[in-house]
Protein backbone atom coordinates (compact mmCIF):
# COMPACT_ATOMS: atom_id res chain seq x y z
CA UNK A 1 0.00 0.00 0.00
CA UNK A 2 0.96 3.42 -0.72
CA UNK A 3 0.71 4.54 2.65
CA UNK A 4 3.77 1.90 3.44
CA UNK A 5 5.76 2.95 1.10
CA UNK A 6 9.57 3.28 1.83
CA UNK A 7 11.23 6.12 -0.23
CA UNK A 8 14.76 6.36 -0.15
CA UNK A 9 17.73 8.29 -1.97
CA UNK A 10 21.39 7.83 -1.34
CA UNK A 11 24.77 9.95 -2.02
CA UNK A 12 28.43 9.52 -1.15
CA UNK A 13 29.87 13.00 -0.53
CA UNK A 14 33.00 14.05 -0.21
CA UNK A 15 35.88 16.15 2.44
CA UNK A 16 36.86 19.10 1.16
CA UNK A 17 40.49 20.76 2.30
CA UNK A 18 40.85 24.58 2.57
CA UNK A 19 43.76 25.87 1.16
CA UNK A 20 42.42 29.62 2.01
CA UNK A 21 40.94 29.10 5.09
CA UNK A 22 37.36 29.85 6.90
CA UNK A 23 37.62 31.52 10.01
CA UNK A 24 35.07 33.70 11.97
CA UNK A 25 31.37 34.45 11.22
CA UNK A 26 29.78 37.71 10.29
CA UNK A 27 26.21 36.13 11.20
CA UNK A 28 26.36 32.76 13.18
CA UNK A 29 22.96 32.28 13.02
CA UNK A 30 23.17 32.03 9.04
CA UNK A 31 26.67 30.69 9.01
CA UNK A 32 27.92 33.77 6.76
CA UNK A 33 31.63 33.65 6.91
CA UNK A 34 33.69 37.11 7.52
CA UNK A 35 36.01 36.10 4.50
CA UNK A 36 36.33 33.71 1.59
CA UNK A 37 37.45 30.76 1.69
CA UNK A 38 38.76 27.80 -1.39
CA UNK A 39 39.36 24.63 -1.07
CA UNK A 40 39.97 20.95 -3.04
CA UNK A 41 37.90 18.64 -3.38
CA UNK A 42 39.26 15.25 -2.69
CA UNK A 43 38.74 12.17 -4.11
CA UNK A 44 35.78 10.24 -2.83
CA UNK A 45 37.36 6.43 -3.46
CA UNK A 46 39.71 7.54 -0.80
CA UNK A 47 37.38 9.91 1.93
CA UNK A 48 33.70 10.18 1.93
CA UNK A 49 30.19 10.58 3.88
CA UNK A 50 27.68 7.70 2.59
CA UNK A 51 24.15 8.73 3.28
CA UNK A 52 21.14 7.59 2.66
CA UNK A 53 17.84 9.51 3.22
CA UNK A 54 14.57 7.40 3.72
CA UNK A 55 10.98 8.64 4.19
CA UNK A 56 7.49 7.04 4.54
CA UNK A 57 4.15 7.82 6.02
CA UNK A 58 4.80 5.06 8.20
CA UNK A 59 7.63 6.46 10.29
CA UNK A 60 6.89 7.27 13.40
CA UNK A 61 8.35 10.89 14.20
CA UNK A 62 10.20 12.57 14.73
CA UNK A 63 13.51 12.60 12.25
CA UNK A 64 16.33 10.60 13.26
CA UNK A 65 20.09 10.74 12.23
CA UNK A 66 22.40 7.87 12.71
CA UNK A 67 25.78 8.14 11.96
CA UNK A 68 28.38 5.71 12.08
CA UNK A 69 25.66 3.48 14.21
CA UNK A 70 25.35 6.32 17.02
CA UNK A 71 21.84 8.39 17.21
CA UNK A 72 22.64 11.95 16.85
CA UNK A 73 20.96 14.92 17.85
CA UNK A 74 19.04 16.15 14.79
CA UNK A 75 16.85 19.11 16.83
CA UNK A 76 19.49 21.29 17.39
CA UNK A 77 19.41 24.38 15.56
CA UNK A 78 21.74 23.44 12.29
CA UNK A 79 20.47 20.30 10.86
CA UNK A 80 16.75 21.62 11.58
CA UNK A 81 17.39 24.34 9.48
CA UNK A 82 18.70 22.39 6.82
CA UNK A 83 16.20 19.83 6.97
CA UNK A 84 13.10 22.91 7.16
CA UNK A 85 14.76 24.57 3.75
CA UNK A 86 14.64 21.33 1.88
CA UNK A 87 11.22 20.43 3.25
CA UNK A 88 10.23 24.01 1.92
CA UNK A 89 11.21 23.88 -1.24
CA UNK A 90 9.42 20.36 -1.15
CA UNK A 91 6.35 21.77 -0.53
CA UNK A 92 6.70 24.13 -3.41
CA UNK A 93 6.66 21.19 -5.91
CA UNK A 94 4.06 19.61 -4.15
CA UNK A 95 2.05 23.10 -4.21
CA UNK A 96 2.59 23.17 -7.87
CA UNK A 97 1.38 19.80 -8.71
CA UNK A 98 -0.94 17.86 -6.04
CA UNK A 99 -0.76 14.41 -8.00
CA UNK A 100 2.98 13.88 -6.37
CA UNK A 101 3.46 12.16 -3.11
CA UNK A 102 3.70 14.68 -0.15
CA UNK A 103 7.09 13.74 1.07
CA UNK A 104 7.69 16.90 2.68
CA UNK A 105 4.84 16.12 5.43
CA UNK A 106 6.53 12.35 6.30
CA UNK A 107 9.22 11.85 8.83
CA UNK A 108 12.77 11.37 7.75
CA UNK A 109 15.44 8.55 8.53
CA UNK A 110 18.87 9.41 7.67
CA UNK A 111 21.98 6.92 8.01
CA UNK A 112 25.07 7.99 7.52
CA UNK A 113 28.83 6.37 7.75
CA UNK A 114 32.06 8.01 6.93
CA UNK A 115 35.36 5.98 6.04
CA UNK A 116 37.52 8.54 8.26
CA UNK A 117 37.60 9.87 11.69
CA UNK A 118 34.87 11.70 12.26
CA UNK A 119 35.89 15.63 14.20
CA UNK A 120 38.98 14.59 13.88
CA UNK A 121 40.53 17.78 11.31
CA UNK A 122 39.24 15.46 8.74
CA UNK A 123 36.49 18.06 8.02
CA UNK A 124 33.86 15.62 8.44
CA UNK A 125 31.19 17.98 9.04
CA UNK A 126 31.51 19.19 5.70
CA UNK A 127 31.09 16.09 4.12
CA UNK A 128 28.91 15.15 6.67
CA UNK A 129 25.83 18.11 5.27
CA UNK A 130 27.15 18.10 2.31
CA UNK A 131 25.99 14.33 1.96
CA UNK A 132 22.52 14.70 3.96
CA UNK A 133 21.36 17.84 2.00
CA UNK A 134 22.23 16.35 -1.14
CA UNK A 135 20.50 12.86 -0.05
CA UNK A 136 17.64 15.04 0.78
CA UNK A 137 17.33 16.85 -2.69
CA UNK A 138 17.59 13.54 -3.97
CA UNK A 139 14.92 12.06 -2.26
CA UNK A 140 12.47 15.14 -2.80
CA UNK A 141 13.60 15.36 -6.77
CA UNK A 142 14.27 18.90 -6.39
CA UNK A 143 15.59 20.00 -9.19
CA UNK A 144 18.75 22.76 -7.46
CA UNK A 145 21.69 23.24 -8.66
CA UNK A 146 24.77 22.35 -6.79
CA UNK A 147 25.27 26.17 -6.04
CA UNK A 148 21.91 26.83 -5.23
CA UNK A 149 21.75 23.77 -2.41
CA UNK A 150 25.35 25.23 -1.36
CA UNK A 151 23.04 28.09 0.18
CA UNK A 152 21.10 25.31 2.49
CA UNK A 153 24.11 23.06 3.18
CA UNK A 154 26.21 26.18 4.63
CA UNK A 155 23.94 26.72 7.22
CA UNK A 156 24.64 22.87 8.63
CA UNK A 157 28.43 23.18 8.54
CA UNK A 158 29.72 26.43 6.62
CA UNK A 159 32.54 24.45 5.29
CA UNK A 160 30.24 21.44 4.01
CA UNK A 161 28.51 24.36 0.98
CA UNK A 162 31.88 23.72 -1.01
CA UNK A 163 31.78 19.73 -0.67
CA UNK A 164 28.53 19.65 -3.08
CA UNK A 165 30.81 20.47 -5.82
CA UNK A 166 34.09 18.56 -7.54
CA UNK A 167 37.63 20.10 -8.43
CA UNK A 168 38.44 23.86 -7.07
CA UNK A 169 35.54 24.99 -5.70
CA UNK A 170 35.37 28.92 -3.94
CA UNK A 171 33.15 30.05 -1.04
CA UNK A 172 32.14 33.89 -1.96
CA UNK A 173 31.51 35.15 1.54
CA UNK A 174 28.78 37.66 0.26
CA UNK A 175 27.50 40.79 1.25
CA UNK A 176 23.81 40.27 1.82
CA UNK A 177 22.49 40.16 5.04
CA UNK A 178 20.64 37.40 4.44
CA UNK A 179 23.03 35.48 3.04
CA UNK A 180 21.89 34.73 -0.25
CA UNK A 181 24.70 35.62 -2.19
CA UNK A 182 27.18 33.27 0.41
CA UNK A 183 27.48 30.60 -2.02
CA UNK A 184 30.21 27.86 -3.22
CA UNK A 185 30.99 27.77 -6.75
CA UNK A 186 33.56 25.70 -9.13
CA UNK A 187 36.55 27.79 -10.14
CA UNK A 188 37.65 24.80 -12.18
CA UNK A 189 36.15 20.98 -12.33
CA UNK A 190 38.83 18.32 -11.34
CA UNK A 191 39.53 17.43 -15.70
CA UNK A 192 41.40 20.87 -15.49
CA UNK A 193 44.04 20.05 -13.08
CA UNK A 194 43.93 16.05 -12.22
CA UNK A 195 47.52 15.79 -11.59
CA UNK A 196 47.14 17.25 -7.84
CA UNK A 197 47.76 15.01 -5.22
CA UNK A 198 46.87 15.26 -1.30
CA UNK A 199 48.90 13.01 0.82
CA UNK A 200 47.33 13.33 4.89
CA UNK A 201 49.62 12.57 7.80
CA UNK A 202 46.98 11.75 10.45
CA UNK A 203 48.86 12.76 13.67
CA UNK A 204 45.64 12.60 15.90
CA UNK A 205 42.15 10.97 15.41
CA UNK A 206 40.91 12.41 18.87
CA UNK A 207 37.97 15.47 18.89
CA UNK A 208 40.06 18.35 19.14
CA UNK A 209 40.30 20.43 22.53
CA UNK A 210 39.04 23.31 20.64
CA UNK A 211 36.05 23.48 18.28
CA UNK A 212 36.23 25.59 15.16
CA UNK A 213 33.37 27.04 16.03
CA UNK A 214 34.60 28.09 19.42
CA UNK A 215 37.98 28.42 18.05
CA UNK A 216 36.55 30.75 15.63
CA UNK A 217 34.46 32.86 17.87
CA UNK A 218 37.44 33.69 20.09
CA UNK A 219 39.51 34.81 17.54
CA UNK A 220 36.99 36.88 15.84
CA UNK A 221 36.17 38.42 19.44
CA UNK A 222 40.04 38.81 20.48
CA UNK A 223 42.78 38.77 17.80
CA UNK A 224 44.38 42.25 16.85
CA UNK A 225 45.26 40.27 13.90
CA UNK A 226 42.06 38.82 12.77
CA UNK A 227 40.42 41.86 10.81
CA UNK A 228 43.85 42.32 8.86
CA UNK A 229 43.94 38.57 7.61
CA UNK A 230 39.89 38.82 6.76
CA UNK A 231 40.06 42.64 4.87
CA UNK A 232 43.61 42.53 2.85
CA UNK A 233 44.94 39.18 3.19
CA UNK A 234 42.89 36.52 2.00
CA UNK A 235 40.70 38.82 -0.59
CA UNK A 236 44.14 39.02 -2.30
CA UNK A 237 45.03 35.72 -2.30
CA UNK A 238 41.92 34.56 -3.39
CA UNK A 239 42.50 36.43 -6.38
CA UNK A 240 45.66 35.09 -6.51
CA UNK A 241 45.15 31.11 -5.85
CA UNK A 242 42.19 31.26 -8.46
CA UNK A 243 44.45 32.40 -11.10
CA UNK A 244 47.10 30.17 -9.95
CA UNK A 245 44.63 27.17 -10.63
CA UNK A 246 43.50 28.48 -13.95
CA UNK A 247 47.33 28.52 -14.82
CA UNK A 248 48.15 25.64 -13.66
CA UNK A 249 50.93 27.43 -11.93
CA UNK A 250 52.26 24.97 -8.86
CA UNK A 251 54.84 26.84 -7.12
CA UNK A 252 52.12 29.84 -6.94
CA UNK A 253 49.68 27.96 -5.67
CA UNK A 254 52.04 26.27 -2.93
CA UNK A 255 53.36 29.24 -2.19
CA UNK A 256 49.83 30.87 -0.88
CA UNK A 257 48.67 27.64 0.28
CA UNK A 258 51.33 27.47 2.93
CA UNK A 259 51.45 31.61 3.90
CA UNK A 260 47.49 30.92 3.75
CA UNK A 261 48.17 28.25 6.37
CA UNK A 262 50.62 30.23 8.53
CA UNK A 263 48.45 33.16 8.39
CA UNK A 264 45.24 31.20 9.76
CA UNK A 265 47.59 29.93 12.66
CA UNK A 266 49.25 33.02 13.42
CA UNK A 267 45.55 34.30 14.34
CA UNK A 268 44.94 31.18 16.02
CA UNK A 269 48.30 31.99 18.16
CA UNK A 270 47.06 35.43 18.68
CA UNK A 271 43.70 35.02 20.21
CA UNK A 272 42.95 35.08 23.85
CA UNK A 273 43.58 32.78 25.12
CA UNK A 274 45.95 31.21 22.54
CA UNK A 275 44.94 28.14 20.60
CA UNK A 276 47.14 25.43 19.92
CA UNK A 277 46.10 23.54 16.79
CA UNK A 278 49.15 22.48 15.60
CA UNK A 279 51.86 20.29 17.55
CA UNK A 280 55.60 19.26 17.19
CA UNK A 281 54.94 16.73 14.67
CA UNK A 282 52.83 19.19 12.54
CA UNK A 283 55.99 21.60 13.00
CA UNK A 284 58.27 18.35 11.45
CA UNK A 285 56.04 17.95 8.68
CA UNK A 286 56.70 21.89 7.77
CA UNK A 287 60.43 21.16 8.11
CA UNK A 288 60.21 18.09 5.66
CA UNK A 289 58.34 20.16 3.20
CA UNK A 290 60.78 22.72 3.92
CA UNK A 291 63.84 20.57 2.84
CA UNK A 292 62.15 18.66 0.11
CA UNK A 293 61.20 22.29 -1.94
CA UNK A 294 64.94 22.89 -1.39
CA UNK A 295 65.93 20.12 -2.24
CA UNK A 296 63.39 20.54 -5.20
CA UNK A 297 65.16 24.03 -5.90
CA UNK A 298 61.30 25.04 -6.39
CA UNK A 299 58.24 24.56 -4.94
CA UNK A 300 56.86 20.76 -5.32
CA UNK A 301 54.88 20.42 -1.94
CA UNK A 302 52.74 22.63 0.12
CA UNK A 303 51.95 22.00 3.28
CA UNK A 304 48.37 23.38 4.46
CA UNK A 305 46.61 22.58 8.20
CA UNK A 306 42.92 22.83 9.27
CA UNK A 307 42.04 23.40 12.91
CA UNK A 308 43.72 20.40 14.33
CA UNK A 309 47.45 19.10 13.71
CA UNK A 310 47.18 16.80 10.62
CA UNK A 311 49.22 17.68 7.73
CA UNK A 312 47.63 18.15 4.51
CA UNK A 313 50.57 18.21 1.88
CA UNK A 314 49.74 18.16 -1.56
CA UNK A 315 51.86 17.46 -4.84
CA UNK A 316 51.87 16.89 -8.52
CA UNK A 317 52.00 13.58 -10.44
CA UNK A 318 55.54 13.89 -11.14
CA UNK A 319 56.32 14.57 -8.18
CA UNK A 320 55.50 12.03 -6.34
CA UNK A 321 58.55 10.24 -5.67
CA UNK A 322 60.32 13.55 -4.51
CA UNK A 323 57.22 14.61 -2.33
CA UNK A 324 55.41 11.44 -0.98
CA UNK A 325 58.24 8.80 -1.96
CA UNK A 326 60.08 10.73 1.04
CA UNK A 327 57.55 10.60 4.17
CA UNK A 328 57.05 6.54 2.50
CA UNK A 329 60.42 5.95 3.30
CA UNK A 330 60.32 7.65 6.89
CA UNK A 331 56.94 6.82 7.82
CA UNK A 332 56.81 2.41 5.83
CA UNK A 333 55.94 1.19 9.37
CA UNK A 334 52.30 3.10 9.11
CA UNK A 335 49.08 1.68 7.82
CA UNK A 336 47.82 3.59 3.87
CA UNK A 337 50.70 3.02 1.66
CA UNK A 338 48.81 -0.07 0.91
CA UNK A 339 46.69 -0.16 -2.72
CA UNK A 340 47.25 1.44 -5.56
CA UNK A 341 47.85 5.09 -5.03
CA UNK A 342 50.92 3.43 -2.18
CA UNK A 343 51.83 1.31 -4.48
CA UNK A 344 52.72 3.78 -7.02
CA UNK A 345 54.94 5.51 -4.91
CA UNK A 346 58.92 4.54 -4.55
CA UNK A 347 60.46 5.00 -1.58
CA UNK A 348 63.54 7.29 -1.51
CA UNK A 349 67.13 5.32 -1.27
CA UNK A 350 70.37 6.47 0.83
CA UNK A 351 70.45 9.44 3.14
CA UNK A 352 67.53 11.52 3.62
CA UNK A 353 67.63 15.19 3.70
CA UNK A 354 66.10 15.65 7.50
CA UNK A 355 67.53 15.78 10.66
CA UNK A 356 67.01 12.71 12.91
CA UNK A 357 64.78 15.12 15.30
CA UNK A 358 62.22 15.53 12.57
CA UNK A 359 62.48 11.73 11.28
CA UNK A 360 62.35 10.65 15.08
CA UNK A 361 59.16 13.46 15.54
CA UNK A 362 57.42 11.98 12.43
CA UNK A 363 57.96 8.16 13.19
CA UNK A 364 56.81 8.44 16.60
CA UNK A 365 53.85 10.81 15.69
CA UNK A 366 52.16 10.19 12.96
CA UNK A 367 49.27 7.00 13.11
CA UNK A 368 48.96 6.23 9.68
CA UNK A 369 48.85 7.95 6.26
CA UNK A 370 45.93 8.89 4.02
CA UNK A 371 46.42 9.07 -0.11
CA UNK A 372 43.86 11.39 -2.14
CA UNK A 373 43.54 13.01 -4.67
CA UNK A 374 41.62 16.02 -6.58
CA UNK A 375 37.99 14.47 -7.17
CA UNK A 376 34.63 15.06 -8.21
CA UNK A 377 31.66 16.18 -6.64
CA UNK A 378 28.66 14.08 -4.92
CA UNK A 379 27.76 11.18 -6.49
CA UNK A 380 24.07 9.50 -6.53
CA UNK A 381 24.10 6.26 -5.78
CA UNK A 382 20.90 3.83 -7.10
CA UNK A 383 21.55 0.66 -5.25
CA UNK A 384 23.70 1.17 -2.23
CA UNK A 385 21.14 2.09 0.13
CA UNK A 386 22.08 1.91 4.16
CA UNK A 387 18.13 1.70 4.64
CA UNK A 388 16.73 -1.47 3.41
CA UNK A 389 13.10 -1.49 1.05
CA UNK A 390 10.75 -2.35 4.62
CA UNK A 391 12.98 0.98 6.44
CA UNK A 392 15.13 -0.77 8.46
CA UNK A 393 18.85 -0.59 8.60
CA UNK A 394 20.86 -2.09 6.62
CA UNK A 395 24.09 -4.22 8.14
CA UNK A 396 26.74 -1.54 8.34
Not at 169 to 180: F, P
Not at 312 to 339: C, M, P, Q, R
Request: glycine share 6%; with cysteine; charged share 20%.
Amino acid sequence: MEEHKIYRASTTAPVNIAVIKYWGKRDPSLNLPTNSSFSITLSQSDLRTHTTASCSASFSPPDTLLLNNALQEISSPRPRACLHALRSLRVTLEDADPTIPPLSTFPLRLVSVNNFPTAAGLASSAAGFAALVRAIANLYSLPHSPTELSLIARQGSGSACRSLLGGYVAWDKGSRNDGADSVAREVAPRSHWPEMNALILVVSADKKDISSTAGMQATVKTSSLFQTRSTEVVPREMKQMEQAILDRDFPTFGRITMRESNSFHATCLDTEPPIFYLNDVSRAAIRTVEQINQKAGKIIAAYTFDAGPNAVIYYLDENKDAVAGLFKTVLHGVSGWEGDRGAKITALEGSLPLDERVTSLLRDGVSRVILSGVGEGPVRLEDDHLIDEQGQLMNI
